[in-house]
């Protein structure tokens, strides 16, 4: 079946400009996640969201982050006046239910010129 | 104390040789257990659940000490496709989530 898909694949934009990437999850899967992963690092939990409960926005780096989640399916993580420290890997993973195992997304390569 | 400690590496081993990875976690009430691979510039991938009667996949076996705080992760006969970062993965300290470690670094050398 399909796994976790995420685009676009690769984003380049400038200093300053709004970005937004999108994560389509398993169907089915009630749990979703977004992390951030710089070169040479680990991953870096962003947010959370579980069902129709409040997203866990804990990791989010700044008030520049944010994201939604569309009916339970789609997600989307936007980054507001990008920062050259924003340029990583961001990942999109779900899962059945929170405990379950996670899928990961191909990723997004965000390069902030 | 961070929620999931891995030793970074990189481990550095020959080919055929056997290597074990631990992984302390913080939480005791900690339920779900994996291991997850991930190649140079791709996603995680999910290697294997661990369970607590320890648990074993080919070359792969996997184990958890509660008493410890720990999981374990050994390789039998290296292979060089087995070189990658492992990651461990447990319940957060709140425990509303998984969480990742930070990973180690494997080198399968000819």
């Known amino acids: 079946g399909a796994g976790v898909s995420q685009s676009p694949s690769n984003k380049v934009t400038e200093k300053g400009k709004d970005v937004e990437l999108r994560c389509d999850p398993i169907?089915?899967?009630?749990?979703l996640y977004w992390y951030r992963q710089s070169l040479g690092q680990g991953l870096e939990f962003l947010i959370y969201f579980q069902g129709n409960s409040a997203p866990d926005k804990s990791g989010l780096p700044s008030d520049r982050f944010s994201a939604e989640r569309t009916g339970g399916s789609v997600s989307t993580l936007t980054i507001q006046r990008t920062q050259q420290e924003d340029s990583a890997v961001y990942l999109c993973?779900?899962?059945?239910?929170?405990?379950?195992?996670?899928?990961f997304g191909p990723g997004t390569r965000l390069t902030v010129l | 104390r961070k929620e999931v400690e891995q030793d970074p590496g990189p481990f550095n081993v020959p080919e055929g040789a056997t290597v074990a990875f631990n992984c302390t976690y913080s939480?005791?009430?900690?339920?779900?257990f994996f291991w997850y691979r991930q190649d140079c510039r791709k996603e995680p991938k999910l290697l294997m659940s661990v369970y607590s009667s320890g648990n074993e996949d080919g070359r792969f076996t996997a184990q958890l000490n509660r008493a410890s705080q720990y999981i374990s992760l050994l390789i039998r006969d290296s292979k060089l496709s087995d070189s990658a970062t492992y990651l461990c993965?447990?319940?957060?300290?709140?425990?509303?989530?998984?969480?990742f470690g930070g990973g180690t670094r494997l080198m399968v050398k000819p």
């Open positions: 993965v447990v319940n957060s300290d709140a425990g509303n989530m998984l969480t």
């Open positions: 939480n005791s009430a900690s339920q779900s």
């Open positions: 169907s089915g899967h009630t749990a």
């Open positions: 993973a779900s899962s059945l239910a929170r405990m379950n195992e996670q899928f």
